[in-house]
C-alpha cells in the first residue's frame, strides 16, 4: 500500500519537501558540457591496470582501516605536504557534510561568498546549520568589505571558498582570501576542485594557517564516476573531522581504481592542460557572439551571459532541443541572470556548441 501524502506531509521535514532533488539532466545521445566532467576516457593501458586492481580485491571484507598506501599516493600525486592530516570522502560532497557535521550544532552559521557550490548550501540545511551567501559583485568579484562585514556579523564556524569559484569561474585573489583567513573565527575550507585548471595552490601552506583546510576532488581530472575526493590540514582538525566520517565511506573498488589510476597520474595532468588550454579559444568564440558576455574563468569551463536576442533560457532550450547539454543558472540568483555555465569539452564538442550557437543567435 503506498504511503499516504499526509503522513508524509505530517512525517518529513517541512523544507526538505519544499525541495527539489539535486537535478542531473538525462544525457544519453547528448554532448555533455553541463557538469565539468573531463570528456577524455582513459586509455586502453590504464584501464587494464583498473581492471586487474579490481578483479584482484576482495569483497566480502569491509575496507580496511589501513588506508596508508592511498595516503600515500595522494600525497605524492597530488602535492599534499607530509605533515598534513588527510581525509577522504566519497566525493567531495561528503567532505563537506562532514565538516559542517562537526563544526556546526544548529543554527550555527556557514558562510560563503554567493553565488558558489551550491551544495555547500544544501549540506548546511540539511545538517541544520544557517547557511549565509555573501552576495559577489555585480562583475561577480569577491565583495571583500562584503565579505569581512558578513563574518563579524555572523561569526560563521565555517567558511567555505571554492578557489577557482563555481559556477562563476573568478579567482579570488590571494590577499582577499587571505583576509578573509584572517578574520574567520573558526575553520576555513578551501575548495581546490577547480585548481588543476588554475595558477596556484593553498595547499603548500595548509600547516602554515591554523584556520585552514584544503580539499580537493577527482572528479574534474577525468575520474567523477570514482567519486573521491581528500581535505588536508592540521592533523589536529583531521583528527575531529574524522569522527563523523561515515564508517567505511571510501569502498575498497574506489580505492583499489584510485590507486591503480594514480600510478599514471601524468594521463590526468595532461587532459587537465588540454581542458585549459581550450578554455580560452573556447571564450573567445563565445564573447565574440552577438549578445554574449563572457566572465573570466579559471576553471574547466566558463560562464556566458546571453543578452541579446534570445535569452538565457532559450539558448539553453535551443541548445537542448539540439541534443546539447549546458547548465542553466538564469533564474538561480539575480547576479547570473541568463547566465549558462558552459564545460570545456573535447574539441569536436566545443565546435559544435560554437556551430549551434552562431546558428541560434544569429
Ligand atoms: C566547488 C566544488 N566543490 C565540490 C564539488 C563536488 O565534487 P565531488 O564530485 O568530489 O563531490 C563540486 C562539483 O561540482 C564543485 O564545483
Redesign the pocket.
Known amino acids: 500500500m503506498p504511503p499516504s501524502g499526509a503522513r508524509i506531509a505530517a512525517t518529513v521535514r517541512a523544507d526538505v519537501r519544499a525541495l527539489a532533488a539535486y537535478p542531473v539532466a538525462e544525457a544519453t545521445g547528448c554532448i555533455k558540457l553541463d ?2 566532467e573531463c570528456p577524455y576516457e582513459l586509455p586502453e593501458a590504464v584501464r587494464e591496470d583498473i581492471a586487474r586492481a579490481v578483479r584482484d580485491t576482495p569483497l566480502n571484507r569491509y575496507p580496511s582501516a589501513d588506508l596508508s598506501a592511498l595516503q600515500q599516493a595522494v600525497r605524492a600525486a597530488f602535492g599534499v605536504p607530509d605533515a598534513a592530516g588527510l581525509l577522504f ?1 566519497n ?4 567532505l ?1 557534510h562532514i565538516a559542517i557535521q562537526a563544526c556546526c550544532a544548529p543554527g550555527d552559521v556557514v558562510l560563503s561568498p554567493w553565488p ?2 551550491v ?1 555547500f548550501d544544501m549540506a548546511a540545511r540539511f545538517d541544520h546549520a544557517r547557511f549565509v551567501g555573501v552576495p559577489l559583485t555585480e562583475d561577480l568579484s569577491l565583495d571583500l568589505p562584503a565579505m569581512l562585514a558578513a563574518i563579524r556579523e555572523h561569526q560563521p564556524k565555517l567558511v567555505f571558498l ?1 578557489v577557482p ?2 559556477p562563476t569561474g573568478g579567482l579570488w585573489p590571494a590577499e582577499q582570501v587571505q583576509a578573509v583567513i584572517d578574520a574567520a573565527p573558526g575553520l576555513v575550507v578551501i ?1 581546490e ?2 585548481q588543476p585548471f588554475a595558477d596556484g595552490t593553498w595547499m603548500p601552506r595548509v600547516l602554515d594557517l591554523p584556520n585552514v583546510v584544503v ?1 580537493r ?4 581530472i577525468g575520474l ?1 564516476g570514482l ?3 581528500y581535505l588536508a590540514g592540521s592533523p589536529d582538525w583531521i583528527a575531529e573531522l574524522n569522527k563523523v566520517r561515515p564508517p567505511y565511506n571510501l569502498d575498497v573498488l574506489t580505492q583499489a581504481a584510485l590507486l591503480a589510476v594514480l600510478r599514471h597520474k601524468p594521463v590526468l595532468d595532461e587532459q587537465a592542460a588540454r581542458l585549459r588550454a581550450d578554455r580560452g579559444p573556447l571564450a573567445a568564440a563565445l564573447a565574440a557572439l552577438p549578445g554574449t558576455r563572457v566572465f573570466p574563468s579559471a576553471g574547466n569551463f566558463v560562464l556566458a551571459r546571453f543578452s541579446g536576442k534570445m535569452d538565457g533560457n532559450a539558448v539553453h532550450l535551443a541548445l537542448k532541443t539540439r541534443k546539447i547539454l549546458v547548465r542553466n543558472f538564469s533564474g538561480a540568483h539575480p547576479l547570473l541572470a541568463d547566465c549558462l555555465r558552459i564545460s570545456v569539452g573535447a574539441p569536436a564538442e566545443n565546435a559544435a556548441l560554437l556551430a549551434a550557437l552562431q546558428e541560434i543567435l544569429s
Open positions: 557538469a565539468m570522502g566525493g567531495s560532497d561528503e563537506i558558489s557550490f551544495y571554492a569559484n563555481n575548495d576542485a577547480y580539499m576532488t577527482v572528479s574534474k567523477a567519486r573521491f575526493g
